[in-house]
């Protein structure tokens, strides 16, 4: 299982609805989509959950840093969980990053040869009104997946993070 946060260069492209709409057919490729759910969201269609993210985003306007947190969790070839392993996987993978109270949509795409889960999530609470922002999620995603991986008998996969720029700079000034 391979987790990975997909940043966006330009905060202002990273809205909730413009995500959803990539991630659920939109294009109208046909057989891309497995599943769709929400969570701590009033609506369980993906747009207007994204339209509530969006709504509660907007209350809090001191924060000009992307305010969404883009989450791809995939599975290697052939593991193909069922609809209650990936939500409970999901909710997982939400709690561990400190968003379990947290507005998102997740999407199952089945169109590749890996199954894969995109979970947007508001990064903005939704009562407190408040930026949360995990610290190091890396490594908490490379926790997260060997959990779950052990937990749901998938196949182990390698989540040890690779040298850092600072390594390279290193062996490059030794090299020097």
């Known amino acids: 299982?391979?987790?990975?946060?997909?940043?966006?260069?330009?905060?202002?492209?990273?809205?909730?609805?413009?995500l959803a709409k990539y991630v659920t057919n939109e294009l109208k490729r046909a057989g891309r989509v497995a599943d769709i759910f929400t969570a701590n969201c009033i609506s369980d269609d993906a747009l207007l959950a994204a339209k509530e993210i969006e709504i509660c985003k907007a209350k809090t306007t001191r924060v000009k840093d992307d305010k969404t947190y883009?989450?791809?969790?995939?599975?290697?070839?052939g593991e193909r969980p069922d609809k209650e392993h990936l939500r409970a996987m999901a909710d997982a993978a939400a709690k561990s990053l400190g968003y379990a109270e947290h507005q998102r949509i997740t999407v199952v795409h089945d169109d590749t040869d890996n199954l894969h889960m995109h979970l947007i999530i508001n990064k903005i609470h939704p009562e407190r009104h408040t930026i949360h922002t995990p610290r190091r999620d890396f490594k908490i995603l490379a926790e997260l997946c060997v959990k779950l991986e052990r937990d749901n008998s998938l196949k182990h996969t390698n989540h040890e993070p690779?040298?850092?720029?600072?390594?390279?700079?290193?062996?490059?000034?030794?090299?020097?």
């Not at 883009?70 to 070839?77: E, V, Y």
């Open 1 to 18: 299982m391979i987790a990975k946060r997909i940043d966006m260069r330009d905060a202002s492209k990273s809205r909730a609805t413009r």
């Open 70 to 77: 883009h989450l791809l969790l995939s599975f290697p070839d």
């Open 162 to 176: 690779g040298r850092t720029a600072t390594e390279f700079k290193g062996r490059d000034m030794e090299a020097h």
